[in-house]
Protein backbone atom coordinates (compact mmCIF):
# COMPACT_ATOMS: atom_id res chain seq x y z
CA UNK A 1 0.00 0.00 0.00
CA UNK A 2 2.81 2.30 0.76
CA UNK A 3 4.88 1.25 -2.00
CA UNK A 4 1.50 2.38 -4.48
CA UNK A 5 1.22 5.72 -2.74
CA UNK A 6 4.97 6.55 -3.49
CA UNK A 7 4.73 5.19 -6.98
CA UNK A 8 1.56 7.45 -7.66
CA UNK A 9 3.26 10.97 -5.97
CA UNK A 10 6.43 9.91 -7.33
CA UNK A 11 4.41 9.88 -11.06
CA UNK A 12 2.39 12.95 -10.01
CA UNK A 13 6.20 15.06 -9.68
CA UNK A 14 6.72 13.73 -12.62
CA UNK A 15 3.95 14.22 -15.01
CA UNK A 16 4.05 17.60 -13.15
CA UNK A 17 7.59 18.43 -13.63
CA UNK A 18 7.15 17.08 -17.73
CA UNK A 19 4.22 19.77 -18.02
CA UNK A 20 6.19 22.54 -16.77
CA UNK A 21 9.07 21.74 -19.13
CA UNK A 22 6.41 21.66 -22.23
CA UNK A 23 5.10 24.70 -21.22
CA UNK A 24 8.26 26.42 -20.68
CA UNK A 25 9.47 25.16 -24.24
CA UNK A 26 5.90 26.52 -25.63
CA UNK A 27 6.76 29.33 -24.30
CA UNK A 28 10.42 29.76 -24.80
CA UNK A 29 10.96 28.70 -28.25
CA UNK A 30 9.06 31.37 -30.04
CA UNK A 31 10.44 33.94 -27.69
CA UNK A 32 14.09 32.98 -28.54
CA UNK A 33 13.07 33.14 -32.54
CA UNK A 34 11.68 36.54 -32.34
CA UNK A 35 14.64 37.78 -30.48
CA UNK A 36 17.44 36.01 -32.86
CA UNK A 37 15.44 36.83 -36.20
CA UNK A 38 17.73 39.62 -36.90
CA UNK A 39 20.75 37.81 -36.76
CA UNK A 40 19.25 35.51 -38.76
CA UNK A 41 17.96 37.03 -41.60
CA UNK A 42 21.65 39.10 -41.30
CA UNK A 43 23.57 35.71 -41.22
CA UNK A 44 21.25 33.95 -43.88
CA UNK A 45 21.13 36.71 -46.81
CA UNK A 46 22.77 35.68 -49.51
CA UNK A 47 21.30 38.93 -51.58
CA UNK A 48 24.34 39.69 -54.37
CA UNK A 49 22.61 43.23 -54.52
CA UNK A 50 20.43 42.68 -58.09
CA UNK A 51 16.72 43.15 -57.89
CA UNK A 52 14.17 42.34 -60.44
CA UNK A 53 12.62 45.45 -62.19
CA UNK A 54 10.73 43.10 -64.56
CA UNK A 55 10.53 40.89 -67.61
CA UNK A 56 12.76 41.86 -70.39
CA UNK A 57 10.07 41.01 -73.02
CA UNK A 58 7.68 44.36 -71.46
CA UNK A 59 11.14 46.22 -72.21
CA UNK A 60 10.81 48.20 -76.10
CA UNK A 61 13.65 48.19 -78.20
CA UNK A 62 15.02 51.23 -78.65
CA UNK A 63 13.57 53.26 -76.11
CA UNK A 64 14.30 54.25 -72.71
CA UNK A 65 12.13 53.30 -69.67
CA UNK A 66 11.89 54.28 -66.58
CA UNK A 67 12.05 50.78 -64.30
CA UNK A 68 11.70 51.07 -60.46
CA UNK A 69 12.68 48.67 -58.13
CA UNK A 70 12.02 48.03 -54.17
CA UNK A 71 14.82 47.84 -51.04
CA UNK A 72 13.99 46.33 -47.91
CA UNK A 73 16.50 48.09 -45.37
CA UNK A 74 16.82 46.15 -42.48
CA UNK A 75 17.59 48.07 -39.00
CA UNK A 76 17.12 45.23 -36.32
CA UNK A 77 13.50 44.61 -35.75
CA UNK A 78 12.69 47.58 -38.14
CA UNK A 79 12.04 46.99 -42.16
CA UNK A 80 12.01 49.92 -44.27
CA UNK A 81 11.00 49.89 -47.59
CA UNK A 82 12.77 52.05 -50.21
CA UNK A 83 11.74 52.89 -53.78
CA UNK A 84 14.52 53.48 -56.84
CA UNK A 85 14.02 53.80 -60.12
CA UNK A 86 16.65 53.35 -63.35
CA UNK A 87 16.82 54.13 -66.55
CA UNK A 88 16.57 51.21 -68.99
CA UNK A 89 17.24 50.84 -72.32
CA UNK A 90 17.79 47.82 -75.07
CA UNK A 91 19.28 48.53 -78.49
CA UNK A 92 18.67 45.00 -79.57
CA UNK A 93 16.54 41.50 -78.34
CA UNK A 94 20.36 40.28 -77.12
CA UNK A 95 20.21 40.10 -73.39
CA UNK A 96 24.08 41.66 -73.90
CA UNK A 97 22.06 44.19 -75.44
CA UNK A 98 21.10 46.85 -72.40
CA UNK A 99 22.23 50.16 -71.52
CA UNK A 100 20.65 50.61 -67.47
CA UNK A 101 22.01 54.15 -65.98
CA UNK A 102 21.20 55.34 -62.43
CA UNK A 103 17.70 58.59 -62.58
CA UNK A 104 19.66 60.39 -59.89
CA UNK A 105 21.93 63.12 -61.05
CA UNK A 106 25.46 63.56 -60.42
CA UNK A 107 24.97 66.61 -59.53
CA UNK A 108 23.32 67.11 -56.44
CA UNK A 109 21.00 64.08 -56.35
CA UNK A 110 17.73 64.87 -58.15
CA UNK A 111 15.82 62.55 -60.26
CA UNK A 112 16.61 63.23 -64.16
CA UNK A 113 14.27 62.91 -66.90
CA UNK A 114 14.10 61.65 -70.58
CA UNK A 115 12.83 64.08 -72.99
CA UNK A 116 11.60 62.22 -75.81
CA UNK A 117 10.73 64.93 -78.13
CA UNK A 118 14.55 66.29 -77.65
CA UNK A 119 16.49 63.15 -77.41
CA UNK A 120 18.17 63.97 -74.19
CA UNK A 121 17.77 63.35 -70.75
CA UNK A 122 17.25 66.73 -69.03
CA UNK A 123 17.36 67.50 -64.66
CA UNK A 124 14.69 69.92 -64.05
CA UNK A 125 16.91 71.53 -60.60
CA UNK A 126 19.82 73.15 -62.50
CA UNK A 127 19.26 72.40 -65.94
CA UNK A 128 21.77 69.36 -66.11
CA UNK A 129 21.59 68.07 -69.84
CA UNK A 130 23.08 64.19 -70.78
CA UNK A 131 23.25 62.99 -74.07
CA UNK A 132 21.29 59.59 -75.48
CA UNK A 133 23.88 57.70 -73.99
CA UNK A 134 23.78 59.45 -70.84
CA UNK A 135 26.88 61.39 -71.24
CA UNK A 136 26.75 64.62 -69.80
CA UNK A 137 26.79 67.46 -72.05
CA UNK A 138 25.64 70.97 -70.53
CA UNK A 139 24.79 72.32 -67.16
CA UNK A 140 26.68 72.02 -63.67
CA UNK A 141 26.36 68.27 -63.17
CA UNK A 142 30.24 66.85 -63.47
CA UNK A 143 30.02 63.77 -64.84
CA UNK A 144 27.75 61.30 -67.14
CA UNK A 145 25.07 59.58 -65.62
CA UNK A 146 26.08 56.75 -63.88
CA UNK A 147 26.25 53.27 -65.33
CA UNK A 148 24.58 50.31 -63.15
CA UNK A 149 25.52 46.33 -63.77
CA UNK A 150 22.82 44.03 -64.72
CA UNK A 151 22.00 40.57 -65.18
CA UNK A 152 19.06 38.62 -66.98
CA UNK A 153 18.18 35.80 -65.21
CA UNK A 154 15.34 33.49 -66.65
CA UNK A 155 13.77 36.01 -69.23
CA UNK A 156 14.05 39.26 -66.37
CA UNK A 157 15.94 41.97 -65.96
CA UNK A 158 17.69 42.42 -62.59
CA UNK A 159 20.11 45.27 -61.94
CA UNK A 160 22.50 45.72 -59.33
CA UNK A 161 21.29 48.85 -57.32
CA UNK A 162 24.05 51.18 -56.32
CA UNK A 163 24.09 55.02 -55.49
CA UNK A 164 27.12 57.14 -55.70
CA UNK A 165 28.41 59.92 -54.37
CA UNK A 166 27.20 63.58 -55.83
CA UNK A 167 28.85 66.50 -57.18
CA UNK A 168 32.05 64.29 -57.69
CA UNK A 169 34.01 64.06 -61.15
CA UNK A 170 34.20 60.14 -60.46
CA UNK A 171 31.75 57.90 -60.93
CA UNK A 172 32.47 56.69 -57.07
CA UNK A 173 30.43 54.31 -55.44
CA UNK A 174 28.80 54.49 -52.04
CA UNK A 175 27.59 52.05 -49.50
CA UNK A 176 23.83 51.44 -49.47
S1 LIG B 1 20.79 68.28 -59.38
FE1 LIG B 1 20.73 67.89 -61.50
S2 LIG B 1 21.54 69.68 -62.38
FE2 LIG B 1 21.67 70.03 -60.26
Same mark, same amino acid.
Request: neutral net charge; aromatic residues 10%; glycine residues 10%.
Given at each position: ???????????? #????? =????????????????????? =???? =????????????????? @???????????????????????????????? #?? #? %???????????????????????????????????????????? #?? @?????? @???????????????? %?????????? @????
Amino acid at each position: MADEKTDRRWFL #GFFTN =LLMVVIGLLVAIPAVGYFLAP =LRRK =LGRTGDGFYDVGPLSEI @PVGEWLLLSLEMVHEDGWRQTRVRHSVWVRRR #GQ #G %DQDITVLSSICPHLGCPINWIVDQSQFFCPCHGGIFDTEGRHTG #GP @PPRAMD @PLEYEVRAGRLWVRYQ %DFKIGVAQSV @PVNI
